[in-house]
């Protein structure tokens, strides 16, 4: 798990008996512009500022939908040409281009320099790819902060990009055996043989793994026991997913959704809208049945993030550089944490233990914090989180510490919607998180913004953006 902070730019069953509800409001206040609030900065004496140029994303859409004939590289250089319209800034001038992804194309293993080279910048830009899970642009993201921090670089854009319409599936090992042994086969004898060692079991394909490789356990049912062991009901579960369409509805029609680029289809529409976004009520979410622990479980397709397509851009640059150029950058990219944890009980509790932690190197006590976008793999895992960060408990027994960090305001939390609504792309949801971060913080007359995101394998990155 990741987390990350940001700032502005200026012009188990156990703990469910110790860890109490927290009450959900369908609706959260979106604030009028106005004047930030002055706290301490941290900007730190002869560390270069780094800020977020622009953000941008393409719609995101339910797989299998407008998408389902294209391919990843094709969405990604769509988002690096819409950030190169909004930002306008000379396809030689960056230096640098990292992506994320999680399940890759085998055509374009190097998804970064693939979309690049289409969008049309320099092919003397260096690019190359991540995959860190559900934080992969995240990764990307930070990873170009590092970069421009060592002085290696002064424009840089981070990414990432997923397609779940058209998944790599592979022939069963016996069968890529017996191809690659046909491959060196040198008479018409060995040919004629290795054919006819081929049995109807062999052609079952192999689908792409839904599983934690480590514990062999899906996340959807691993979430499941966590909202069990933290006393999450389906009531609590459906209430949060019912709040996260709901406020993804009313950014979308109030035009708030800035980052989403209108992209042309070939062959079809124009898609200039996310298409997941569907307020229902709680008498129809209540009629689903349980989507993995079965026949009591408590996670449902209606509170789970779905498979999505999408891809995601941002334009990170030293301070210097973007003045120097003549940008107004949106927001200063200031601290971030990695964390990881038991990918078995714990795999999606990282912002917990990261949030934390991405406070204390920063100085900052979660009261300081303004804007909050946690990632929504499932609405049992954020409940779950709210209730850990609020356990004086759990933070004595499981994290070492004195006391809790507290939980997030909810009038602070995911106030445009998350991945819930507004889908989950998985290599591309980090970037959203970031950009959305920084519009709010801009609208809310916010300072500091705090981003957290689990991932697969039981790790988390949390970031801290000030204004």
Known sequence: MASMLLRPAAAASSWASRLGARPLSVTAPLQAQVQTKSKKTLARPGVKNIVLVEGVRTPFLLSGTTYADMMPHDLARAALQGLLNRTGIPRDAVDYIIYGTVIQEVKTSNVAREASLGAGFSDKIPAHTVTMACISSNQAMTSAVGLIAAGQCDAVVAGGVEFMSDVPIRHSRKMRKTMLS??????????????????????????????????????????????????????????FALRSHSLAKKAQDGGLLEDVISFKVPGRDIVSKDNGIRPSSMEQMGKLKPAFVKPHGTVTAANSSFLTDGASAVLIMSEEKALAMGFKPKAYLRDFVYVSQDPKDQLLLGPTYATPKVLERSGLSLSDIDVFEFHEAFAGQIMANLKAMDSDWFAQTYMGRKSKVGAPPMEKFNSWGGSLSLGHPFGATGCRLVTTVAHRLKREGGQYGLVAACAAGGQVTPETRLH
């Open 182 to 239: 046909l491959n060196k086969a040198k008479t018409l004898g060995q040919r004629l043989s290795l054919i006819g060692s081929i049995r109807l079991a062999h052609l079952s394909p192999e689908l792409p793994a839904v599983a934690e490789f480590s514990t062999a356990e899906t996340m959807g049912h691993s979430a499941d026991r966590l909202a069990a062991a933290f006393g999450v009901s389906r009531l609590e579960q459906d209430e």
